[in-house]
């Protein structure tokens, strides 16, 4: 290779920008100053080739220019802000936080990266090691006191430039213990309750003040000396951290008037590692004066319990007492609720003595659940509306006075060709008063003249067996036979019991195979005796009445309608009515008013109302009638209702006597009767059917009888 032709190349990113090759000697140059921290190595291609052809004289080779680290940078924070917190009155050399720095030497290079750390602001309380960790230098950290601290730390290099250095801020803030002791915030507290508040009300509150947070604020109130701990109580309010006094039993005005006790309050969670003395505690005196209120009545016991023999009458049961609590000391009045006594079997004094008024009966009731109300009485004996009750239990003591019988209904059947000995039946008793454990019942029959025999099992029980054998159903098919069953009780009480065995057919295996049914034994209860007669009298009453009042009703209408004032009702109306039997549409009285005012007229007699329409005569009857006459007979009808001042105001009632020429009957109204000796039968109504049944008794009567209005 020519080496006088030879030229030198460099390529890659930083050939010619930072690094250059002298073309003839090959020799490198840095052009830039090189910052180790931005690029520590450089990656180039050398190239050789002919100065004329710049073809390549040799093979490119690739090299690495490393730059070498100098203590040129100093340590930088992280962030300029740290926050960090430990708890109060911590230990000395209690780790805060770690700090880091950051040094952009090269760390492989002796003491390049080495820092170094002081605390600038705060070292009187914290201080700081080299590797970043910040502790405590005192243990009187108290966040009561001050609350947070603010530290000043600085980072500087250890071997490289002096003087150049970097800060941060460091906010410590310090985390609560229960270290402090709650103070009442008074020496004394008083409170004025009334005697009659109910036990575990509230009465009045204690109030104190902890420097602690709210979470390690746990007070404990307590009464100290030994006083009135049994009286009052004091919780803890743990929203409020109060201390809330509530009684533990009933005040009395009368007895004590005024409390006055010392209480102590305490926090038992606080680390006493914390504390230099027991100095802290409080204490502070609770007043409590009781004002006096109008109670009711106070019985003397919570219940009562009496016992009574049944069966007796108005021996004294037990007494009740009750007292006035007040100062006053009011009599008291005594009562049963009659709630608690329906059937009013008891009654109470004065005095509160109970007594019976009625017979008892265990078996019934054995117990009596009373509930007795004391009243207050002013001196007038009315009472002030101040009240107690009380409950007492009566327990009626069992007698013997219930004779034993049949534990069920027994339905023996024993087959007519019994043997001798055959097992009829086995009994037992039951008794409805209180059994004692040594209850013996004994059996026999009332009669040994029977087809049985009894024999006693001597456990309560005993068994019915035939005697001799052989029945005859023709003579008896049912036999009663009577049983007496005896206790042993104080007095001693026979029974007796009626046992009905039917005698039935049997096949040869002994099978019944035919019975009679036995006649059941029915009775009838007092009870039921009366309310049967009862039920009858009420039904007998209620037929009286129906019958009195038909009669009087019949008796009404007898002496309302006699023959001579009965009156025809012709109205003249828009609707059908509902022929001859309608006789009640129109009020006929209502006619019969005075024209212009109250006053009933003089009634008329018959003759008199014939005269009012005697003028008025129905016009001969011609061969052919026709509108004509109708109307003419309207006029004159009109005519005569406007000019007749003297008859009753009918408004609205008009008569027409007669009907036309073409009518047969002519006029079926009696209103236009000229006189009484008509010629006219009517026995023809009676032909016409039933609707004409009421004209037809009307006018068939008697014919001495006259019709009028």
């Not at 204490?283 to 069966?311: C, G, K, M």
């Not at 007795?372 to 009240?387: I, M």
């Not at 006693?456 to 068994?463: E, K, L, Q, S, V």
């Amino acid at each position: 290779m020519n080496r006088q032709n030879a030229k030198y190349l460099l390529k890659g990113e930083s050939a010619g920008k930072v690094f250059r090759v002298n073309a003839d000697t090959g020799d490198v140059y840095a052009f830039e100053r090189l910052d180790r921290e931005k690029t520590s190595e450089y990656h180039l291609i050398a190239l050789v080739v002919d100065k004329d052809t710049e073809m390549d004289l040799e093979s490119p080779s690739s090299f690495t220019i490393k730059v070498h680290d100098v203590n040129d940078n100093w340590p930088v924070f992280t962030q300029q802000l740290f926050n960090a917190s430990v708890p109060e009155m911590s230990a000395v050399g209690t780790s805060v936080m770690r700090v880091t720095a950051v040094d952009a030497d090269d760390p492989t290079v002796a003491d390049h990266a080495s820092i170094m750390y002081q605390v600038l602001k705060g070292e009187e309380y914290f201080a700081i090691d080299n590797s970043g960790l910040i502790f405590t230098t005192t243990k009187n950290l108290d966040r009561e006191k001050q609350a947070k601290y603010e530290i000043v730390v600085e980072a500087r290099d250890a071997q490289g430039l002096r003087g150049y250095s970097s800060t941060a801020t460091v906010v410590v803030t310090l985390q609560d213990v229960n270290d402090n002791f709650p103070t009442f915030t008074q020496t004394k507290y008083i409170f004025t309750v009334p005697e009659d508040i109910r036990v575990g009300s509230p009465l009045g509150s204690l109030f104190v003040e902890d420097a602690d947070e709210p979470q390690n604020r746990m007070t404990k109130y307590s009464i100290v000396q030994g006083e009135y701990r049994d009286t009052f109580t004091i919780e803890t309010d743990p929203t409020r951290n109060e201390g809330i006094i509530k009684a533990m039993k009933p005040l009395d005005y009368e007895r004590i008037q005024q409390y006055s006790f010392t209480v102590e309050a305490t926090d038992p969670t606080i680390n006493l590692h914390y504390l230099s003395s027991m100095s802290h505690r409080k204490t502070a005196r609770v007043i409590i004066n009781v004002t006096d209120v109008d109670e009711p009545p106070s019985f003397q016991q919570p219940f009562y319990h009496f016992q009574l023999w049944e069966n007796q009458k108005k021996p004294l049961i037990g007494s009740v007492m009750a007292v006035d609590p007040d100062a006053t000391r009011r009599s008291i009045g005594y009562f049963i609720r009659r709630t608690s006594d329906k059937g009013q079997f008891f009654r109470v004094t004065k005095q509160g003595n109970i007594y019976n008024e009625k017979e008892l009966d265990r078996e019934i009731y054995p117990w009596y659940n009373l509930t007795v109300e004391a009243k207050e009485l002013d001196s007038s004996g009315t009472p002030t509306g101040k009240e107690s009750i009380v409950q007492v239990h009566i327990e009626i003591l069992d007698e013997n006075d219930n004779a034993p019988e049949f534990a069920q209904p027994y339905e023996p059947k024993v087959c007519e060709n019994a043997a001798q000995g055959k097992l009829v039946v086995q009994i037992s008793a039951i008794d409805k008063d209180i059994k004692p454990r040594d209850v013996k019942f004994k059996f026999s029959l009332s009669s040994e003249d029977s087809n049985f025999t009894l024999r006693d099992n001597h456990d309560n029980t005993a068994n019915i067996t035939v005697k001799y054998g052989q029945f005859d159903r023709e003579r008896a098919k049912v036999h009663h036979l009577p049983v007496l069953i005896s206790d042993n009780g104080r007095p001693s009480l026979t029974g007796t019991s009626t046992l009905a065995v039917t005698v039935c057919k049997c096949n040869e295996r002994g099978e019944f195979t035919f019975c009679e049914e036995a006649a059941p034994q029915v009775g009838v209860s007092i009870q039921a005796l009366v309310a049967i007669f009862l039920c009858i009298l009420t039904i007998t009453v209620i037929t009286l009445l129906i019958f009195l009042r038909r009669r009087l009703r019949k008796q009404a209408r007898a002496h309302g309608k006699s023959v001579p004032e009965i009156h025809e009702q012709l109205v003249t109306y828009d609707e059908e009515g509902g022929g001859e039997m309608d006789t009640t549409s129109y009020d006929v009285s209502v006619l019969n008013s005075v024209r212009g005012g109250g006053a009933k007229p003089p009634r008329l007699t018959p003759e008199a109302r014939r005269a009012v329409y005697a003028h008025v005569q129905k016009p001969p009857r011609q061969a052919h009638g026709g509108p004509g006459e109708m109307a003419a007979m309207i006029e004159v009808k009109k005519d005569e209702a406007d000019h007749d001042g003297g008859g009753p105001p009918y408004d609205t009632l008009r008569i027409y006597g007669y009907e036309g020429s073409e009518s047969i009957a002519e006029s079926l109204s009696s209103l236009g009767t000229d006189s009484s000796d008509s010629d006219i039968d009517y026995d023809f109504l009676n032909d016409w059917g039933p609707r004409f049944k009421m004209l037809a008794e009307l006018y068939g009567s008697d014919p001495r009888e006259e019709l009028v209005y």
